[in-house]
């Protein structure tokens, strides 16, 4: 019954995924915020709301675009239910935004396929992934989706190869400026910047155990089958659905050495997930089984709420 209900693409399956991001999102915060409520911090959590309704939005626009998935709702639903069975995932503010800003530059990449606008799109997802480094020094490693993508899409161009450059030049420039500026000291800012991790102790716990325990197993089973039909795509296809896996791959690096585990860091893997998992749903042949696997994400998600 669910998988049918999200079976064709309709506005109404981004209305009841929103409305579900908000219920996690409200249950994470009240358990999680310590403050005094006031205007401040109801404005702050309302934009940070937004940012994942953005992510959310930008998933489903890309994919959609892109043929991604077929003509069904099964991403954005992916991406509600991994979310809500790691509620973690929107407790770290730096971590949410930059992630929203490696997804718009996940989708200038993808679009590359198209042939047009490339230095203009090259130019963009440098400077998208150069504005999450700000934040979050480990989302660097998307850097290496954009040299991806000039393989993959065949760009041999060394005018193109050298747009990324001015686009992480061009952030390197602004924030400097803007830290002058306003004389901002650099070294409280660098300080700990580039610190990684492979204590896994913080992750410790029954939720976060359980949450990624299914986030892999899902995952894993689900990117066999992605990558069987990869092959089966159409040429100019194949690269796009290659990005996503590589991002996949970049996003588990980054769990692995992010220096403050606290289960914030698989925000990156959410994206790429919904999109392999939403490939996999479609070849089911048993609808039961289709259904069993949504069922088990909507009952550990409560279940992960009530912990």
Known sequence: MISSFFSKAKPIHLLVVSAMLLVVFVSAKISSITEVFSLELFFKQAFLFGVCLASLFVLDFFVSKNNL????????????????????????????????????????LISLRSGKEIKKKLFDAAFWISLATLLFFWASLFYILILMALLLYAIIDIKNWIVPILGILCIVVIAASYMIAFDIDFQPYLHNFFDMSFDFTPLNSKRIIIAATLLLSYGTWASFYYLKNIKHQLKRYRPSFIIVIISSLIALVIILVSPNKNGSEFIFLIAPLAIIMSNYLEIIPEKWFKESLIIVLILVSILNLLL
């Open 69 to 108: 998935t077929k003509k069904n709702s099964y991403k954005i639903l992916m991406f509600g239910l991994f979310v809500a069975i790691l509620p973690e995932t929107l407790l770290n503010s730096k971590l949410l935004i930059a992630n929203l800003f490696v997804l718009l530059a996940l989708r200038r």
